[in-house]
């Protein structure tokens, strides 16, 4: 009644789904606002329209069961998942409980998921209804939201029912297009509050009614049942210090306690069991010796209805009669259910039934509960995980392994994403029960969660006195944790970076052979602490630790490749272009391989930034595109450094100012930390190519400042072209001979021929011609295209210069075709102002055909060129093959093809 304009929202939603336009629509509002009536609206317009439509309802004693939610929406479909490739059908399987397994990363688990409705679809359109959404687990909410974020071209139509924030733990819907139910208009009130009250109404009653609902529908229903016909006929009154939910739910609580006490006691058990299960309630309220016939009266109040499931009238309801209920009947309800559950086919519902029904403590039930937590941990589910140990901590006796418990759960918590609530575990573990290990992990959690809310500056001391504590106990786990506070130091901008490198070097050794990580570790401290000359030959052994290291038992990941990240950053800092290379592009094979979709983004900004000192914008932009579509369909923090130094390189001045303003200002980001020293390296690349060479100096300057080595390495060069084409040449020359001891510590083609071109810049007469093609022949060598073309643009400009234009022509066309190739468009400018000063004019670069599409759709044409079939590149992507073949037909379309075997034949840069 009086939703017009959401019942068309819905039709509409439908209908574009129909026609292979999948979407999704959030319906949000207060408790009793008619969300319900919405879903139950679209499910019979569905219906008639030819869709399957599949159904899932959050329930609040259900957030601790990882994956539950989705696995109640796709148990119908699992049919179809034969047809998932094998490693979304064992994701699908772990996380199900169906198959024993590693735990797959969840949003694997959400491709998995995409997948099996796309396939469904096949079939028909489909609706996934998903009512109480606020309830879900953290982990089929992450899920869900995933999948509506992804779905495209599927004929597929989500719709989720979410009360107002703040009723639930996570918001994982936000961001998604929303619908929002107000109360009812006072005419459309007034016509529902007559069906509730066949007698008539005083006006002056009924004005009052309809003002303090404020046009709650559930309101204008329930409330009249509560109130006497003398109150309806001049004085209907309602207390003006709860909110119209409170009063909702204190009716059907009003209404529950009048019923009989075997009745009273069976509602209980059925709210305290929210799968529905009829079988399940039956057996529970048999324990307790109560007839199945005491549910008549329930049946009789409209409060519950036993059908194929049991369903109460409304999630208020099972609150209500949850909350009424005094603690030893909520225990003896959970024991009769735990008596009551199959301990082989459900032994983490039948342990937290049977953990609620304990007082004081008990053993048995908190290990029954710590299996739970692992069974759940298995599968991939963190918060229920943690929520498992959270309980079995309160109910384990012994104070020692209360707090082992604890420190346990605290972990696990913080994993799960709650770090506040991983701090509260811990002050309110028994420490002194806790032993001198346990004591060294308990502070390093701390420093971990201190760092991940604030990165405040005191972070990295406190992984340092972690690290110390825990040389004795743990020495690997000391030598990594070293390596936390050196990067957390180096991160928040290198206050304490020396102090921390000198503890690190003093710790003892390995025990056994070095790992990457140790070497790693070593390489940095020493460069820290005695120089870049003496630490960087130890920096490229650890690089190619990581780069020949034994693999994990998969064949596809160790141990270390957790430092990957690490590791590919230092190879920057050492200007190994060959190593960078690898290790970018192995870190990134490596996440979409797990498909860990927490880390992918971050690993394809960093191949990002490598594709675009390699020459490949075209790369680097597919790469950011696809980064950025992952944080979006993930709800993860926003990473901008690829597209700013992309946009720098590309010469774009307004996007480039505006992505460093932005980071510039963000809290996140410490002044004088490495985000903004890359954001100003950045900065220092765009001015370099616009000319402006004051303002690239002051940058460059910056970002040289950093602690953060792959960015002082980047940006010397820099800043040695910036003050000399300023008139600083005291200024180049210190920083020339900063990076040409750098140059001769590395060694490799990258770093010598940066140093020949910054030489050459600093010099006059013959010996700047030496250098200048030293530094051509040089970079020629590596795979750095960029800084060739560069050094081509540079020479150029000095021939020109020196009177010799034939000369300077060629080496100033050969800079404009190859940086005009790339998309260094500023400096591509450059290269074509001096070829006019020369009297040539410049060849304007030719449209291609891939200039028609976007960065998304060229990254697909580029995969279906290599062979790639619609399902391999949608798992790579993380979409359905379908929406694969819509892209791909947009493509064929904007460059006038029909088939693969023509995308193959067109030049794709």
């Not at 909410?141 to 139509?157: D, N």
Request: glycine content about 8%; charged content about 25%.
């Amino acid at each position: 009644m009086g939703r017009r304009a959401e019942r068309v929202a819905v039709e509409h939603l439908l209908a574009q789904a129909q026609t292979g336009r999948s979407g999704a629509l959030v319906v949000r509002g207060e408790a009793g606002i008619g969300k319900t009536a919405i879903l139950e609206h679209a499910r019979e317009a569905a219906a008639a329209s030819g869709f399957r439509v599949e159904h899932s309802v959050g329930a609040e004693s259900e957030t601790q069961f990882a994956f539950a939610g989705l696995h109640q929406l796709c148990a119908p479909l699992l049919a179809h998942a034969d047809a998932l490739p094998e490693p979304q059908q064992a994701a699908l399987g772990v996380a199900f409980g169906l198959r024993a397994g590693p735990a797959s990363d969840r949003f694997l688990v959400g491709l998995a998921t995409l997948n099996l409705l796309a396939e469904v679809a096949e079939n028909g359109p489909l609706l996934c209804l998903v009512d109480d959404a606020q309830w879900l687990d953290e982990a089929s909410a992450q899920v869900l939201a995933f999948v509506a974020r992804r779905v495209a071209a599927e004929r597929i139509a989500l719709l989720f029912a979410l009360r107002d924030a703040g009723d639930g733990p996570v918001d994982a819907f936000a961001g998604l297009p929303t619908m929002r139910l107000d109360g009812l208009s006072d005419t459309d009130a007034e016509a529902l509050l007559a069906t509730a009250v066949r007698t008539p109404l005083d006006d002056e009653v009924r004005d009052r009614i309809v003002a303090e609902t404020r046009g709650n529908p559930l309101a204008l229903l329930e409330l009249p049942r509560s109130a006497p016909p003398t109150h309806l006929a001049g004085g209907f009154e309602l207390p003006d210090t709860l909110s119209v939910p409170h009063r909702i739910e204190d009716e059907f609580r009003r209404r529950s306690s009048n019923l009989p006490p075997d009745t009273q006691l069976l509602l209980l058990v059925a709210a305290a069991e929210p799968t529905g299960d009829v079988a399940l309630l039956w057996h529970a309220t048999a324990q307790l010796g109560i007839a199945r016939e005491a549910a008549a009266p329930a049946e009789a109040a409209g409060l519950l209805e036993i059908e194929l499931r049991v369903r109460f009238c409304h999630p208020l309801a099972r609150s209500a009669v949850y909350r009424a209920a005094t603690p030893p009947d909520h225990r003896r309800a959970h024991g009769a259910l735990a008596a009551a559950t199959d301990p082989q086919t459900d032994p983490d519902r039948r342990a937290w039934h049977r953990a609620q029904s304990v007082l004081g403590t008990d053993e048995d039930a908190a290990a029954e509960l710590k299996q739970s937590a692992d069974r759940a941990r298995a599968r991939g589910g963190l918060a229920a995980a943690a929520a498992f140990l959270q309980r079995a901590t309160e109910l384990t006796p012994q104070p020692a392994v209360r707090a082992s418990r604890a420190l346990k759960a605290a972990y696990v918590t913080h994993e799960a994403g709650a770090s506040e609530r991983a701090l509260e575990l811990l002050l309110a573990a028994p420490i002194g029960s806790l032993g001198p290990l346990q004591r060294a992990r308990l502070d390093l959690l701390r420093a971990q969660i201190a760092f991940h809310l604030t990165r405040g500056t005191e972070v990295p001391g406190m992984l340092m006195d972690a690290a110390k504590a825990l040389a004795p106990l743990d020495a690997a786990l000391s030598r990594e944790t070293y390596l936390q506070a050196l990067d957390a130091a180096i991160i928040n901008g290198g206050g304490d970076a020396v102090r921390i490198a000198e503890a690190a070097l003093a710790a003892p050794a390995p025990e056994v052979s070095p790992r990457p990580v140790d070497l790693l570790l070593d390489g940095l401290a020493t460069t820290l602490t005695r120089g870049y000359s003496a630490g960087a030959p130890g920096l490229r052994l650890a690089l190619a630790a990581f780069r020949d290291g034994p693999q994990g038992e998969s064949g596809h990941s160790s141990q270390s490749d957790r430092w990957l990240w690490l590791a590919g950053r230092n190879a920057l800092a050492v200007l190994d272009d060959e190593l960078l290379y690898v290790l970018a592009t192995r870190n990134v094979h490596l996440a979409r391989e797990a498909g860990a979709l927490a880390a992918l983004p971050a690993a394809l900004n960093f191949l990002s930034i490598t594709s675009v000192l390699l020459g490949d914008l075209i790369r680097a932009s597919e790469l950011a595109a696809e980064a950025t579509g992952l944080t979006e369909a993930t709800g993860g923090v926003p990473l901008r450094h690829a597209h700013v130094i992309l946009h720098a390189w590309r010469g774009d001045q307004a996007e480039t100012t505006a992505l460093n303003a932005i980071i510039a200002q963000e809290d996140i980001y410490p002044d004088g930390g490495t985000d903004v020293a890359l954001a100003q390296y950045a900065v220092a690349v765009l001015h370099n190519g616009l000319g402006n060479y004051s303002v690239a100096r002051e940058a460059a300057e910056r970002a040289c400042g950093s602690a953060e080595l792959s960015i002082s390495s980047a940006g010397l060069p820099e800043l040695i072209e910036a003050s000399v084409r300023a008139g600083e040449p005291e200024r180049a020359a210190l920083a020339l001979e900063q990076f040409s001891s750098r140059a001769d510590a590395c060694g490799t083609s990258w770093a010598l021929g940066l140093a020949a071109r910054s030489r050459a810049l600093t010099s006059t007469g013959p010996d700047s011609e030496k250098h200048y093609r030293e530094a051509i022949e040089r970079l020629g060598k590596s795979r750095m295209a960029s800084d060739t073309a560069r050094a081509h643009l540079v020479y150029g400009e000095w021939l020109r210069r020196e009177g010799r234009r034939q000369e300077a022509r060629k080496s100033l066309r050969t800079a404009h075709q190859l940086l005009s190739g790339m998309g260094v468009e500023a400096f591509a400018e450059r290269a074509a102002r001096e070829l006019r000063a020369t009297g040539e004019h410049p060849r304007k670069r030719t449209t291609q055909p891939a200039h028609a599409l976007t960065s998304h759709e060229l990254h697909i044409a580029r995969l279906v060129a290599t062979g790639a079939t619609s399902r391999e590149i949608g798992a790579q992507l993380f979409l359905s093959p379908r929406t694969i073949e819509a892209h791909l037909r947009s493509i064929f379309r904007k460059l006038g093809i029909t088939s693969r075997r023509q995308l193959k034949e067109l030049p794709l840069r």
